[in-house]
């Protein structure tokens, strides 16, 4: 009797089965509490007195019910490759875009398991944001966003795709290609792929930007003082008056004639300097990525490996050398001082390169210790790096071996590599880093349970760095180590619970707290406390206050990071100019400690059910005192507070920045934001039943129909004002000293469904003004206008859309895609007070890329 029982119950239950995940009602304990899965029965089901009523936990289930929920569908109809283009694309609903969240696999924290970015988007059942206070349930920093990806229980893919990119102006193309492979079955999982991608150097002779002023030749040649005649006997010779003769090819052996100059009189090789500098470097890069997940024992175990290179080829221009030859030089046949103008070495341009490898491999336990959840991590890192910089020749080296008449030292010939200027930056480092964390029901209260959580964190960092000239003669040797140990314990507390159906006075309400602790080599310790509310009265809507005052002290890179060279391209405000200068970042060992106060206040309301429209507000109130910042754009303000680190040359062009990180005295900022979300996922999506439509019915074949989704941001800064230290005036970032736009609107409209879809995403901010002095009442100055950058994708599966395509085998299984970044070639306008454009701010020297294009083939093996 039972097995027929249970015989009649599946055969009603399996054709239900591909929709039985559909819906996720809040099961007992409200705020904090997982979600069940146990739908309602619709009116007109026929429901028996024997029927059998299942309840249990959704696949994947976090501890932290969902606030959104995209479905396999909506997810489908993004089109994206890989479940990290997939949190990208849906940051604008994931929310606070300035920091990646932090991820769960299948309810699980992935702690150092990265690896799982690289599959595809097609491994996913769904994902889930969860509510803002599953931080500091997981033991994280509260007020971080967690995002919960629960994989299909099987799926294998073996997937190869290549694309090309290019800029629509021309002057730089660039391609990849990768294959990876994903098998998932139940808890066990395994994946590996390899990528490898080149982009070439856009050089400035591609853009219409004027050359640098000065003479560049790839022979090299002499000239007359102050451009006057070479000498008279040479002019004789060559039967007119010389003022520029290009070296003999015979000098390069030996000390030329008088007949030898005659025989190149006013002859010159010049060439145009854009075509030995570029706008972009050159980037090639390649990744390999392994990873396996499976269970042991009654825990599972996830092990990873990772490998990468990357490296960028940038040339500064033609190495020009301008010295004086004297009369009487054994190098001169003629009477009187010639200036000699030489490149190093022909069409040889100076360099900028720079090379990064890195090494990884990490290993998590999750599992449960009797009423204890309990996770580990450890995670080891290698990395190289090579910096190269060549800065020019020795000008002034080369004028005093002709001035000292050495005999070895002949001007005209191949110049000696001690005469370039470079330097040549490596480092070499490792990271060992180990997280524990446990959790538990502390209590079941009737409101709900009572969860605590604790977490331990140490990790030990070592450092090499080892700076040269070109020739490898070591210059100076920095090592260091550093160890730095954390701790936290954070404690969820239910206050009140409305079950379904009541009215309770105050609805949901709960309390989260958190206290942790950080203790690293050469500091003390630096205290973190935290705190939040989570209320909602009613169902539709929800409030959060989170208000959390830390210590802070510099990380070990901001303190002993590799000094870092690399050529950046800005608008020089003092001089009205574009300028390429050496941008210096890294370490800075006299970084000190500080604290910080952060507000956070939100609140969202849904009006449907089915997460159909969200509606967002929230303020964020930021307050340091001492500690660390960014250096910032340069401005006139900011280089009269800071002019140790800008350094010009004699003329007052600028020629380099130091970027390392700087001390602040205190430092405030507040915004508030708001949004709207709304998504129009059809039957079938999140939040809704699907069942067919009347009894008897089959199930629908949601396939084909479109999701619609659309999201606008606003932020709007209030304050944002900077005092490096005491005695000179606070930088008020938003009032002209630091260039920030006060407004900001960033959009997103996707349309699509399985095989076919289109997304749109824009950002645009309001016009700001830089001043060009430290007076507070000084008007006028620059006035920037940010342009409104829109970006279009588009992808389409042939088989889906077009009858037949699917019977050919090189057309099964395909994906074209194709994105457009800077739709409309926008880009950041400056005027003067008079509404003119200043020099060195036209289209090609601001933005010289402009809009590029990315088509993308990928195929499903």
Wanted: net charge neutral; glycine share 10%.
């Amino acid at each position: 009797m039972i097995l027929a029982r249970l015989a009649a119950l599946l055969s009603i239950a399996l054709p239900l089965a591909p929709w039985s995940g559909a819906d996720a009602q809040t099961g007992k304990g409200g705020a904090g509490a997982a979600a069940s899965s146990q739908e309602p029965v619709p009116p007109g089901d026929l429901v028996r007195e024997d029927d059998i009523i299942v309840t249990a936990n959704r696949y994947g289930e976090a501890k932290v019910a969902a606030e959104t929920e995209f479905s396999e569908e909506e997810i489908a109809a993004q089109g994206v490759d890989s479940i990290q283009d997939l949190i990208t694309r849906l940051t604008p609903f994931i929310g606070n875009g300035a920091e990646e969240p932090i991820l769960l696999i299948n309810g699980r924290p992935a702690e150092g398991d990265r690896s799982v970015l690289s599959y595809p988007a097609e491994a996913l059942n769904r994902l889930d944001v969860l509510k803002p206070e599953a931080a500091a349930q997981y033991g994280y920093r509260s007020g971080k966003r967690v995002v919960n990806l629960v994989l299909k229980k099987t799926f294998t893919s073996l997937n190869a795709d290549t694309g090309a990119s290019w800029a629509t102006a021309g002057g730089q193309y660039g391609g990849s290609l990768s294959i990876g492979r994903v098998a998932i079955n139940g808890p066990t999982r395994w994946n590996v792929q390899a990528r490898i991608g080149h982009q070439s150097a856009l050089f400035k002779n591609a853009r219409n930007i004027p050359p640098r002023a000065g003479s560049f030749d790839s022979v090299g040649f002499i000239a007359g003082v102050d451009g006057a005649e070479i000498d008279p006997a040479l002019s004789l010779a060559a039967s007119e008056i010389v003022t520029a003769a290009a070296i003999p090819p015979g000098a390069v052996t030996g000390a030329p004639t008088l007949e030898d100059f005659a025989a190149t009189a006013n002859r010159v090789h010049a060439v145009d300097p854009n075509d030995f500098e570029t706008l972009q470097p050159s980037r090639r890069n390649m990744s390999f990525t392994a990873g396996v997940t499976r269970p042991l024992g009654a825990f599972s175990a996830s092990l990873n490996v990772n490998a990468s290179s990357n490296g960028s080829s940038g040339l500064r221009g033609l190495p020009m050398a301008a010295i004086v030859i004297p009369a009487g030089s054994p190098w001169s046949p003629f009477g009187n001082d010639v200036a000699l103008s030489r490149p190093f070495a022909g069409a040889r341009a100076l360099r900028s390169d720079n090379d990064s490898k890195s090494l990884g491999a990490g290993f998590t336990l999750s599992g449960r210790i009797g009423d204890w959840q309990t996770s580990f991590a450890a995670n080891y890192t290698r990395n190289w790096t090579d910096n190269l910089l060549e800065g020019g020749i020795d000008t002034g080296r080369m004028q005093a071996l002709i001035d000292a008449g050495d005999p070895a030292f002949n001007p005209y010939g191949p110049l000696d590599d001690r005469l370039l200027q470079a330097s040549r930056n490596r480092s070499r480092g490792e990271n060992i880093n180990a997280r524990a964390n446990v959790s538990k029901i502390i209590v079941d209260l009737p409101t709900g349970p009572l969860t605590s959580n604790f977490s331990v964190e140490a990790s030990s960092i070592r450092s090499e760095n080892r700076r040269s000239d070109n020739l490898s003669d070591l210059i100076v040797v920095d090592k260091w180590s550093r160890g730095q140990m954390n701790g936290q314990m954070s404690f969820s507390v239910p206050l009140s619970r409305r079950e379904k159906g009541e009215t309770r006075p105050l609805g949901d309400l709960s309390v989260d707290v958190s206290l942790s602790g950080q203790a690293m080599s050469g500091s003390g310790l630096q205290k973190r406390f935290g705190g939040g509310v989570t209320w909602s009265p009613f169902s539709i809507l929800q409030l959060r206050g989170s208000l959390e005052y830390a210590e802070t002290a510099p990380s070990p890179d901001q303190l002993d990071g590799p000094l870092v060279t690399t050529i950046n391209r800005i608008f020089d405000f003092a001089r009205q100019e574009m300028a390429d200068i050496v941008w210096i970042t890294g370490g800075n060992s006299n970084l000190g400690r500080g604290s910080q106060r952060i507000l956070s206040l939100t609140g969202r309301v849904q009006p449907f059910d089915n997460q159909i429209l969200s509606l967002n507000i929230g303020y964020r109130g930021q307050t340091a005192k001492g500690g660390v910042a960014s250096f910032p754009e340069l401005t006139p303000v900011i280089e009269a507070v800071f002019p140790e680190r800008v350094t010009r040359d004699a003329e007052g062009r600028l020629i380099a920045i130091d970027a390392r990180p700087i001390n602040i005295a205190h430092d405030t900022d507040a915004e508030l934001t708001s949004g709207i979300a709304l998504r129009w996922p059809g039957q079938g999506g999140a939040g809704r039943s699907a069942r067919p439509l009347k009894p008897g019915a089959g199930p629908l074949q949601f396939a084909d129909l479109w999701q619609f989704s659309l999201s606008l941001n606003h932020r709007w800064r209030l304050t944002s004002e900077l005092l490096t230290r005491a005695g000179v005036p606070v930088i008020d970032r938003l009032g002209g000293d630091g260039g920030q736009s006060r407004h900001l609107l960033s959009l997103q409209i996707t349309a699509g469904k399985r095989g076919v879809g289109a997304s749109l995403s824009g950002n645009w901010s309001s016009a700001t003004r830089v001043r060009n002095n430290m007076s507070a009442t000084a008007e006028g100055g620059f006035h920037v206008k940010p342009p409104a950058i829109l970006n279009f994708s588009f992808f389409v599966e042939p088989e889906r859309i077009f009858p037949g395509a699917g019977k050919s085998s090189w057309m099964k299984n395909v994906k074209l895609s194709l994105d457009v970044q800077n739709l409309f070639n926008g880009y950041r306008r400056v005027t003067l007070d008079d509404g003119s454009a200043p020099a060195g701010y036209s289209r090609d020297e601001i933005d010289p890329l402009g809009r590029t294009m990315r088509l993308t083939v990928r195929k499903r093996f």
